[in-house]
């Protein structure tokens, strides 16, 4: 099956090498004429894009500059707790904006829960990039990721996972307490790792990237997305560029490494997202706000 599904994205590839040039030299215009007959002209600037308008009267927003809309997608629509209707430029991207955002606030919990059965365990946070304990490195993904989480399953899996760690018994109680604490939202090092990711996505998405066309177009597609665990039918070790390599090098930097395959490849393609967004609305649109 894995052989199968290796020649199937091979195959997507090559489709997606051939008509590269195309999406390239019409999928910009394509996708502004759809968005002026739904959302008025970009002369009057669209003035049925309310989310949008919504979006650039916050005071911290700037949306005239790639910076400025790379800063404000992560930090205003990823990590942001504010109710708000996803902008328009953002419409055909709904489904994976809200994917990342429920990532985000997972690998934050998580994180936060490997560093503390580091901690009982008295080792470092390194020791959660190696192979012995993925077993229980996925059990512990998968009770965080299931449909309804169950207090005492993620603190299960947090105490196997210690006990693997140090090789024998750790402090049950004081981890447990630690563990409930990061659930219910009120652990310092939650909030510290939640501030840390979005570092880690801002690195990731200012970061100039090489392997990918200036439209934003990936050279290569990779496979599964976290749901309910890791890569549910996916393919492992897919062709990455270097700054896929680049970006799980900084999640393992930023203490963010159970999760750092996942935050890795959704990081580089929320910037794909992005940069699409201010090549197709940039000088039309958002420049003009």
Not at 17 to 40: L, V
Not at 202 to 230: C, F, H, Q, Y
Request: aromatic share 6%; net charge negative; hydrophobic share 45%.
């Amino acid at each position: 099956m894995k052989k199968v599904s290796v020649c199937e994205v091979d195959l997507l590839n090559a489709k997606l090498a051939q008509i590269a040039p195309f999406i390239k030299a019409q999928g910009s215009e394509y996708e502004r004429g759809r968005f002026e007959e739904a959302f008025g002209s970009f002369d009057v600037g669209c003035e049925n894009a309310l989310a949008m308008q919504a979006w650039s009267g916050v005071e911290t927003v700037d949306l005239k500059t790639k910076a400025g809309l790379i800063k404000a997608t992560v930090e205003n629509l990823v990590f942001s707790n504010a109710k708000m209707d996803l902008p328009e430029v953002y419409l055909m991207d709904m489904d994976f904006i809200m994917r990342v955002r429920r990532l985000a606030t997972v690998t934050g919990v998580g994180n936060a829960i490997a560093i503390h059965c580091c901690s009982a365990a008295k080792v470092g946070v390194g020791c959660l990039t190696g192979t012995e304990l993925q077993v229980d490195k996925e059990r512990l993904v998968l009770a965080l990721t299931a449909e309804r989480i169950e207090e005492s399953d993620v603190v299960e899996c947090a105490l196997r996972l210690s006990k693997g760690l140090a090789g024998g018994d750790v402090d049950e109680g004081g981890l447990k307490g630690r563990v409930l604490e990061t659930l219910k939202g009120t652990d310092a090092v939650a909030k510290l790792i939640a501030k840390r990711t979005q570092s880690f996505f801002l690195n990731v998405a200012e970061r100039e990237r090489k392997g990918v066309e200036e439209s934003g177009i990936p050279v290569t597609l990779r496979s599964g997305l976290m749901d309910g665990g890791r890569e549910k039918g996916g393919v492992e070790n897919v062709e990455v560029d270097e700054i896929e390599e680049w970006s799980l090098k900084e999640a393992v930097r930023f203490g963010l490494g159970l999760f750092g395959e996942e935050l890795g490849g959704e990081a580089v393609k929320l910037r794909a997202v992005v940069e699409n967004a201010w090549e197709v609305f940039g000088e039309v649109y958002l420049e003009k706000l």
